[in-house]
């Protein structure tokens, strides 16, 4: 039997893993009704810990993933959760306790030093005909996309078996998949390799370049013409480690730099942009924008001061929780005719948040439609996302949604009301988590005015733990 999880707020409440995969073949549907041409699948993906961490630390990023499918037809929805089986995970089920440690830097149960620690918990991606897990630092794990059963890693037909960001772009015009692995030549190495995957899944392109230094890049931005690489001083300094310091920590002594490139040319015409210290987890969204012959590139991104989450350099804990000081949502124009290497930053809108989402078939282009997670109410440990946000970015005009006292919020997946709908005219899916009956919901909203509230509110027959990110799959 398994020791009782630690008193940390990152294994507590939402927090805590569910134990159990079940199958719900034919949900409540408590509220509402389910609008007719919703057909599709959100999935989820979040770290579950199968057991408790090793020694007294653990990390939010470094939990087991388990992928939860609410499948929605006809009006009607089903329910199916299952972890990933990593490597990591069978080895960990079969010896019946945990090897591998949930904090970073952590020990590994003796035997158990050369076994892969992907987690595989952060994205769950549908591309090429093909279901994807992906934790950051490790090659994707294939998942049956009705079954969830676990096929095994994916390392492109062979063409190539680095890291793979959890944010891959899917370019909705091409159809092409555009992805980045950092530390692509080995732990602590500046290096990220640069990948594009044609619609069919078939990888076309692979190359490496060196960032300024090494770092956690968890996500980057791709336009039609365009791909934004963004570094961020979370670095990864191999010679601190080694002294005994945080692997991933805060140094804003580096400073912030953007590689920008031409998608149609080479990694080597990388053009580095500078500046202050900050952090992103997540764009919302950029474009190319061609004006009296000059190019620009503009990029809405989720900006916090520094980065949650991770101590400082010299080890000394960080005051920053994911949510003391809320990133706010920015732009940042890029003046790619400009003799200089700094860019303009303005304000988007003074509500921040985080897991900002678009609608999808505008990606990398012009767009008005932007959604959040927010928090509007008193912040309190451990209570996360409360307030589903939609803005108009045309405008700055917007709409929120708050589920009431008690229930919280994840992050939003917009899905269009049809292939031809004007851009975020749609439905909001989201799952929300209700204190009171430690039970989670999957929620629709209408994006006409989400705060309305839902038009459907389906009761699962668990609670899907805080995680990560999802996405929607058309049935059509
Ligand atoms: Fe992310």
Same mark, same amino acid.
């Given at each position: ?93 079969? $010896? &019946?306790?945990?090897?591998? =440690? ?6 590994? !149960?003796? @035997?158990?030093?050369?076994? +892969? ?67 692509? $030549? &080995?732990?602590?190495?500046? =290096? ?6 044609? !619609?069919? @899944?078939?990888?076309?392109? +692979? ?270």
């Amino acid at each position: 039997m398994s020791k009782p999880f630690p008193n940390n707020p990152l294994l507590q409440g939402n927090y805590a893993p569910v134990m159990a995969e079940c199958d719900a073949p034919d949900l409540v549907v408590a509220e509402g009704e389910l609008p007719a041409g919703l057909n599709g699948t959100l999935y989820r993906n979040g770290p579950n810990p199968m057991f408790p961490p090793l020694g007294n630390q653990h990390h939010w990023f470094l939990g087991e993933g388990m992928v939860h499918a609410i499948h929605v037809e006809d009006g009607k929805a089903s329910y199916r959760n299952r972890w990933v089986q990593t490597e990591g995970y069978k080895a960990q089920r079969e $010896a &019946g306790r945990r090897l591998i =440690d949930t904090a970073f830097g952590g020990a590994r !149960a003796p @035997g158990a030093e050369e076994l +892969s620690g992907n987690v595989a918990n952060t994205n769950i991606v549908w591309h090429g005909g093909r279901l994807m897990a992906i934790d950051e630092g490790n090659s994707p794990v294939s998942m049956d996309p009705v079954t969830l059963e676990t096929l095994g890693k994916w390392q492109f037909g062979g063409k190539y078996e680095g890291p793979m960001t959890a944010h891959p772009k899917i370019d909705p015009k091409t159809g092409e998949m555009l992805f980045f692995g950092y530390m692509a $030549a &080995g732990p602590g190495t500046p =290096d990220i390799s640069y990948q594009v995957v044609d !619609a069919s @899944g078939r990888l076309t392109r +692979s190359e490496m370049f060196q960032a300024p230094y090494a770092s956690m890049v968890h996500d980057f931005i791709t336009t039609d013409e365009h791909v934004i690489f963004p570094v961020f001083p979370a670095t990864i300094d191999v010679e601190r480690i080694m002294n005994g310091g945080p692997v991933i920590a805060w140094d804003p002594s580096v400073g912030t730099r953007i590689g920008i490139m031409a998608r149609n040319a080479s990694v080597d015409t990388i053009r580095w942009f500078e500046g202050d210290a900050c952090y992103v987890y997540h764009p919302m969204n950029a474009q190319t924008v061609h004006e009296g012959g000059k190019t620009k590139i503009l990029a809405d991104v989720m900006k916090y001061q520094r980065v949650p989450l991770f101590p400082n350099a010299d080890g000394s804990k960080a005051e920053l929780s994911f949510l003391d000081e809320p990133a706010m949502l920015v732009r940042w124009t890029f003046d790619l005719d400009g003799n200089t290497n700094s860019y303009k930053e303005e304000q988007i809108t003074d509500l921040g948040g985080e897991f900002p989402r678009l609608d999808e078939r505008f990606a990398g282009q012009g767009y008005r439609h932007g959604f959040y997670a927010a928090n509007t109410r008193p912040l309190s440990r451990g209570k996360p996302f409360d307030t589903l946000v939609h803005i108009d970015l045309a405008t700055g005009k917007r709409r929120a949604f708050d589920p009431g006292a008690g229930r919280y919020v994840i992050e939003p997946v917009f899905v269009p009301r049809s292939a031809s709908a004007p851009e975020g005219d749609g439905w909001l899916t989201t799952l929300v988590y209700d204190e009171a009956r430690n039970l989670s919901d999957f929620v629709v909203l209408d994006t006409g005015d989400i705060s309305k509230g839902p038009i459907a509110r389906v009761e699962l027959p668990t609670r899907v733990p805080f995680g990560f990110h999802g996405n929607w799959r058309s049935a059509a």
